[in-house]
């Protein structure tokens, strides 16, 4: 079947927009984590689903960061007043089984441009 | 001091050298796992292990959960070996290392 399949691919936006990004996992799986890569820096953990719920949020960066899943499927991660130091690459992951211990198959990626 | 270490930093082989690529970390954890990151960017994760050794190909992946340390290998290295490795631990979260940029030169 199908990957994990995230949209936009790109996205430049102005600072102070909202953005939202979203992610489609492989079918099945429960659960659901989102990551961010910034240029010449390495990969940040931003949160975790199993199903709908969160059960660690700790790693958003900022209140201005949250994410939703529903239907135990779709995810959107949405930055609110954006910042040029929201510019990364987003990276969603999924798994069948929880708690990082089961392997993860990564999306292609969302690059956001904050000007 | 990071959580998760990893060395070398950067790594140039010729084709068909054995490689190593280390990881340390210090936190506990429920599974150690090693991504490949190919320039333009997708993430393949090659393995995931909790305790002893994995083989899948001409990689190899072991880890001492005593000593917090795991290591990568690389048989028979070839030009297409060129990648960003990385190594992550998961618990509540995941904490990634830095990668590694190896190169393999024909």
């Known amino acids: 079947g199908a990957g994990v399949s995230q949209s936009p691919s790109n996205k430049v936006t102005e600072k102070g927009k909202d953005v939202e990004l979203r992610c489609d996992p492989i079918?099945?799986?429960?659960?659901l984590y989102w990551y961010r890569q910034s240029l010449g820096q390495g990969l940040e953990f931003l949160i975790y689903?199993?199903?709908?719920?969160?059960p660690d949020k700790s790693g958003l960066p900022s209140d201005r960061f949250s994410a939703e899943r529903t239907g135990g499927s779709v995810s959107t991660l949405t930055i609110q007043r954006t910042q040029q130091e929201d510019s990364a690459v987003y990276l969603c992951?999924?798994?069948w089984g929880g708690g990082g211990t089961d392997t993860q198959y990564f999306g292609p990626g969302t690059r956001l441009t904050v000007l | 001091k990071n959580e998760v270490e990893q060395s070398p930093q950067n790594l140039t082989a010729q084709e068909g050298e054995f490689i190593t690529i280390n990881c340390s970390y210090s936190v506990g954890i429920s599974a150690l796992h090693w991504l490949q990151q190919h320039p333009g960017g997708g993430i393949v994760s090659l393995f995931m292990?909790?305790?002893g050794k994995k083989k899948h190909g001409r990689l190899i992946a072991t880890i001492n959960i005593q000593e917090k340390h795991s290591s990568l290998h690389i048989t028979a290295s070839h030009p297409r070996d060129s990648a960003v490795y990385i190594c992550?631990?998961?618990?509540?979260?995941?904490?990634f290392g830095a990668g590694t940029r190896l190169t393999v030169k024909p």
């Open positions: 079918s099945g799986h429960t659960a």
């Open positions: 689903f199993q199903g709908n719920s969160a």
């Open positions: 292990l909790s305790s």
């Open positions: 992951a999924s798994s």
């Open positions: 992550a631990v998961s618990g509540n979260d995941m904490r």
